[in-house]
């Protein structure tokens, strides 16, 4: 983590909501999380599938490392703690199918 991002860390509260947007639930218990659901809702869409979008509240020393580059707000996770049962999971459709 850069400078900032380590003061962004330090900065958050001891509880983290964290989002995760990808194509399926297959995907959904994967290391990049984001501390933005507008961010995680753009990756559920951005291949303009049915995405999905899952919502964690985790520790914040469970969180490995924080990124504010790209605009993500990315929080990354050790995949391999994540408890799956924990994660909620929400639907979302594909803009171009909303409007219809």
Known sequence: MSAADRRAYDALPEVLTIYRGCESED?????????DRD???WFARRFGVDGVIGKLEIQKLDALACFGERNEAEIVVDAVYLDD????????M????EAA
């Open 27 to 35: 995907h959904i218990g994967g290391y990049s999380w984001s501390l």
């Open 39 to 41: 961010r995680a809702e």
């Open 85 to 92: 049962d924990a994660i909620e999971i929400e639907s979302v």
């Open 94 to 97: 594909p803009k171009t199918r």
